[in-house]
């Protein structure tokens, strides 16, 4: 399989991606970490699509897409983290004052799962936070010690897939998912 990780700079890729089947559902887009809440809650249907839109437009795209050939077959959403909701949340904890970036979203198109494309889009976020000069980057994935994850909160990631790309546990948050706890896991870059 010949997986490709590249900068989210296609608007429909996105939209197959994260966006809803009808434009007027109020889906996620990613944006629900990418944003400040108060802004994230008062987007409504189309208008979602059009901030992604303009985050696309911006100097640094808001994640990475996966490619097997021209089909796109996954995201994550990766950008600095004083440019996300955990900047200021309460719950996940920031270990210290460097200028990290935040991976907050994994997610594999149906069909496509257990094909290690999880796996391509970490080191696809990695790579694209090493490429615009991040010092570390962190991700927030559950500790589910091997347990299933449902499938609607997996999106998160997993403690092993963070240790497997090289990640260590640096603290942990107030934040449970599914029941279980989510992880401050970290990869220094310099």
């Given at each position: 399989?010949?997986?490709?990780?590249?900068?989210?700079?296609?608007?429909?890729?996105?939209?197959?991606?994260?966006?809803p089947k009808k434009p007027e559902s109020n889906v996620?887009?990613?944006?629900?970490?990418?944003?400040?809440s108060k802004e994230n809650l008062a987007l409504r249907?189309?208008?979602?699509?059009?901030?992604?839109?303009?985050?696309?437009?911006?100097?640094?795209?808001?994640?990475?897409?996966?490619?097997?050939?021209?089909?796109?077959?996954?995201?994550?959403?990766?950008?600095?983290?004083?440019?996300?909701?955990?900047?200021?949340?309460?719950?996940?904890?920031?270990?210290?004052?460097?200028?990290?970036?935040?991976?907050?979203?994994?997610?594999?198109?149906?069909?496509?799962?257990?094909?290690?494309?999880?796996?391509?889009?970490?080191?696809?976020?990695?790579?694209?936070?090493?490429?615009?000069?991040?010092?570390?980057?962190?991700?927030?994935?559950?500790?589910?010690?091997?347990?299933?994850?449902?499938?609607?909160?997996?999106?998160?990631?997993?403690?092993?897939?963070?240790?497997?790309?090289?990640?260590?546990?640096?603290?942990?948050?107030?934040?449970?998912?599914?029941?279980?706890?989510?992880?401050?896991?970290?990869?220094?870059?310099?």
């Amino acid at each position: 399989m010949g997986i490709e990780v590249r900068a989210a700079t296609d608007f429909a890729d996105v939209a197959t991606m994260v966006g809803p089947k009808k434009p007027e559902s109020n889906v996620c887009w990613c944006l629900s970490y990418r944003l400040p809440s108060k802004e994230n809650l008062a987007l409504r249907g189309p208008e979602r699509g059009e901030r992604v839109r303009q985050l696309m437009a911006e100097p640094i795209p808001p994640g990475v897409l996966a490619y097997d050939g021209d089909e796109v077959v996954g995201w994550a959403g990766v950008h600095p983290r004083a440019e996300t909701a955990f900047a200021t949340s309460r719950k996940i904890p920031h270990v210290d004052d460097l200028d990290v970036w935040s991976v907050w979203c994994l997610r594999v198109r149906p069909g496509h799962r257990g094909q290690g494309i999880a796996h391509h889009l970490l080191d696809g976020a990695i790579a694209f936070a090493r490429e615009h000069g991040a010092p570390a980057i962190e991700g927030y994935p559950v500790d589910n010690r091997g347990a299933k994850v449902d499938l609607t909160m997996a999106y998160v990631g997993t403690r092993s897939l963070f240790e497997r790309a090289g990640f260590t546990e640096a603290a942990v948050s107030g934040s449970v998912i599914n029941g279980f706890p989510r992880l401050v896991m970290r990869l220094m870059l310099g």
